[in-house]
Antibody
Framework: QITLKESGPTLVKPTQTLTLTCTFSGFSLSTSGVGVGWIRQPPGEALEWLALIFWSDERRYSPSLNSRLTITKDTSKNQVVLTMTNMDPVDTATYYC?????????????WGQGTLVTVSS | DIGMTQSPDSLAVSLGERATINCKSSQSVLNSSNNKNYLAWYQQKPGQPPKLLIYWASTRESGVPDRFSGSGSGTDFTLSISSLQAEDVAVYYCQQHYSTPYTFGQGTKLEI
């Protein structure tokens, strides 16, 4: 079955760079149609899509955060990494990685449990 | 960006009664080439990640009870729960995946 798990720091300081890793199983990012996305959710607020990477290495980013985000994949390790530069307290949120419905469309059918990242000095 | 607006923000429904949540997009999310609406619905319970309920606006995800249904086309969509159960207490989100940035509604909190 498909599982995803996010890992990374729980606390980062303002201006630092956040690096989050999504480790998954049950699918391969070398298979045509597969994609993994990142979505975040500030405490008590709505979901915000951040980025998506496809099996082909095509990458899509939220335009509002494009200059700060980088998404990469390591197919051999079954991992997707998201980096976000110049962190600010408003970036405090639970960050989720999620599996894109394969070869269908960009909605997400499996999600990790999420990791809460707090930005504070 | 396509804006997604849900109504109401919160909703209290009695057990066994019908719940209806609306979602309106600022632009059509209907792809005329395949006649599919690029609209999904998720359920999120406290402390849990979102769970996919509905995609293509009206296709129920495998394993989702048939009391959940989706309808609508173009810019106006509805999620209905025909007979509310206690376990349906959650926040519900719509998402458009028609164009990037993929955007979510602000959420509707459903209570008993």
């Amino acid at each position: 079955q498909i599982t995803l798990k996010e890992s990374g720091p729980t606390l980062v300081k303002p201006t630092q760079t956040l690096t989050l890793t999504c480790t998954f199983s049950g699918f391969s990012l070398s298979t045509s149609g597969v994609g993994v996305g990142w979505i975040r959710q500030p405490p008590g607020e709505a979901l915000e899509w951040l980025a998506l990477i496809f099996w082909s290495d095509e990458r899509r980013y939220s335009p509002s955060l494009n200059s700060r985000l980088t998404i990469t994949k390591d197919t051999s390790k079954n991992q997707v990494v998201l980096t976000m530069t110049n962190m600010d307290p408003v970036d405090t949120a639970t960050y989720y990685c999620a599996h894109r419905r394969t070869a269908v469309a960009d909605f997400f059918d499996y999600w990790g449990q999420g990791t809460l990242v707090t930005v504070s000095s | 960006d396509i804006g997604m607006t849900q109504s109401p923000d919160s909703l209290a429904v009695s057990l066994g009664e019908r719940a209806t949540i609306n979602c309106k997009s600022s632009q059509s999310v209907l792809n005329s080439s395949n006649n599919k609406n690029y609209l999904a619905w998720y359920q999120q319970k406290p402390g849990q990640p979102p769970k996919l309920l509905i995609y293509w606006a009206s296709t129920r995800e495998s394993g989702v009870p048939d009391r959940f249904s989706g309808s609508g086309s173009g810019t106006d969509f509805t999620l209905s729960i025909s007979s509310l159960q206690a376990e349906d207490v959650a926040v519900y989100y719509c998402q458009q995946h028609y164009s990037t940035p993929y955007t979510f509604g602000q959420g509707t909190k459903l209570e008993i």
